[in-house]
């Protein structure tokens, strides 16, 4: 009898173990049952604050282009008209213009006053007293905006490569040819026979100063990223640290990075097929 008894013992104790189990379950998918709508509601509300912190972040992206746009010394619509009123002012001209610049100040370094009487020198005896750059206020506003910025006067020297580029904004050319003009003012500013990556950096210096890049492309990232991501305007070091550049850079390299996303001239990075050049 003491045998049967020990048995039944141990088979209650055993079902009981089982019951303490299965409630033990029982109560742990109560807790997750229970809290359910918690639960709902805070993945709804990650949403929500994920929502607006995008949302804000997107209204700082937008308020840095905004003011790129209002603070650029010249619109599209004048950069348009610069170019549709210098009919004459072909590429022709231009390189003539380079080509007596560059010879007469080796060290690519001019005054804004002593660049603007050799155009027009050079421009008057091209085709006579009437040519000229029209609408140079215009180019007169951009520089000086540079020339503000650097903290200098129109006595002071510039680069000659950054004249240049400004004077480019009244070539009445295709964006290929203002390419093909601007890869001849690197090559010839270039410190050996080769565009650097550094003449690179310059050009594209040279093309934000003289509001020849897109708002949109300018917007980057900035470091403070809470409550919501900051931007700023990308500065030309930023610009070249995004772009891949391997081996030489021949012209048609050169005209891929003026056309690339990041660095963006006149548009050209909104073309769905990209030219090539010979």
Not at 61 to 71: A, F, Q
Not at 95 to 114: A, C, G, V
Request: glycine share 4%.
């Amino acid at each position: 009898s003491n045998k049967s008894g020990g048995g039944t013992t141990n088979n209650s104790s055993s079902k009981s173990d089982s019951q303490s189990k299965k409630s033990d379950k029982k109560d742990d998918s109560n807790i997750f049952l229970d809290n359910l709508g918690s639960i709902f509601l805070s993945v709804i509300g990650l949403i929500v604050a994920a929502l607006v912190r995008s949302s804000y972040g997107s209204s700082n992206r937008n308020k840095i282009r905004d003011s790129i746009e209002e603070n650029s010394p010249l619109d599209p619509i004048e950069v348009d008209d610069l170019r549709v009123a210098n009919s004459e002012f072909t590429v022709p001209v231009f390189q003539q213009i380079m080509t007596e610049l560059e010879r007469d100040f080796p060290t690519k370094q001019i005054t804004y006053n002593q660049f603007v009487f050799r155009v027009r020198q050079t421009m008057i005896r091209l085709k006579g007293e009437p040519f000229t750059i029209e609408l140079g206020h215009l180019i007169d506003r951009v520089v000086q905006e540079a020339l503000h910025s650097m903290n200098k006067s129109q006595h002071d020297k510039l680069p000659l490569p950054f004249l240049l580029t400004a004077l480019s904004l009244a070539l009445h050319s295709d964006a290929n040819d203002r390419i093909k003009i601007l890869h001849q003012v690197s090559l010839h500013s270039s410190q050996s026979d080769e565009i650097s990556s550094t003449d690179i950096m310059n050009m594209i210096n040279y093309l934000q100063t003289t509001c020849q890049l897109v708002p949109d492309t300018q917007v980057v990232e900035a470091e403070a990223k809470f409550p919501a991501q900051q931007y700023k305007r990308a500065t030309p070091e930023q610009i070249m640290d995004t772009l891949e550049i391997d081996g030489p850079i021949t012209l048609q390299t050169f005209a891929d990075i003026l056309r690339s996303k990041p660095v963006c001239a006149w548009g050209e990075c909104y073309l769905k097929k990209k030219p090539t050049l010979e």
